[in-house]
């Protein structure tokens, strides 16, 4: 499979704990980014990557969240102490930047649920 | 999301034509996507318009105005597995989209 790939793509944790996710690209993507989608709402801007470098994050990114992208490949997502409100769908997808398209391909998602 | 504004829910019947409309804010714009997502699965690329006018991809086309800030999804032929939400999606610059709610699409028999 040459999509981009999200893992775990569920998980439960207890509020308080700490989570990560990771994302694999499509191989050839320098562009990264993280999204997070909450139930009826439209995915929302956290984050991007071009190669290793993080140059842009949303304000929705609070002091909790931090994402690295090491080299310049995979990336992790990583949420401390969570919330309940943490709840959402997280969304990684690349992109290859100059690519005429600019298509933006998603991952499938990771799911967290935080009881 | 902000400032991007369409249907909130739409219903047709299998067979027929659907148009779904999307208007965005025109300051910062550098591209106008349509993204499929089923519940639960991740959003799939349809479609992309950076200039005027319209372009045909199979049963799918999108058309854009850049001076009216106005784009609407046309979908042809429905098919019960179009039943998903269909989302507008800004280009604000160095890729950065902008997710419009969605419009839930349900296709009946």
């Known amino acids: 499979d040459t999509g981009v790939s999200q893992n775990p793509r569920h998980k439960i944790t207890k509020r308080g704990q700490n989570v990560t996710f990771r994302c694999d690209p499509i191989?050839?993507?320098?562009?990264l980014y993280w999204y997070r989608q909450t139930l009826g709402q439209g995915p929302e801007f956290l984050t991007y990557f071009q190669n290793e470098a993080q140059l842009e994050k949303s304000r929705l990114l609070s002091d909790r969240f931090s994402a690295e992208r090491p080299k310049g490949s995979f990336s992790t997502l990583e949420i401390q102490r969570t919330e309940q409100g943490d709840s959402a769908m997280y969304l990684c997808?690349?992109?290859?930047?100059?690519?005429?398209?600019?298509?933006?391909?998603f991952g499938e998602g990771s799911w967290l649920t935080v009881v | 999301g902000q400032n991007i504004d369409q249907p909130t829910e739409m219903t047709a019947t299998e067979g027929a034509i659907v148009q779904i409309n999307c208007t965005y804010q025109?300051?910062?714009?550098?591209?106008l996507f349509w993204y499929q997502q089923h519940a639960g699965e991740a959003p799939t690329f349809l479609s992309y318009n950076v200039l005027d006018g319209l372009e045909e991809k199979g049963r799918f086309s999108s058309f854009l105005s850049r001076s009216k800030g106005y784009s609407y999804l046309l979908l042809k032929e429905l098919q019960m597995k179009d039943s998903a939400s269909y989302l507008c999606?800004?280009?604000?610059?160095?890729?950065?989209?902008?997710f419009g709610t969605g419009t839930r699409l349900l296709v009946s028999p």
């Open positions: 025109t300051s910062g714009f550098n591209g």
């Open positions: 191989s050839e993507h320098n562009r």
């Open positions: 999606v800004e280009n604000t610059g160095f890729q950065k989209l902008v």
């Open positions: 997808a690349s992109s290859l930047a100059g690519d005429s398209g600019n298509t933006i391909y």
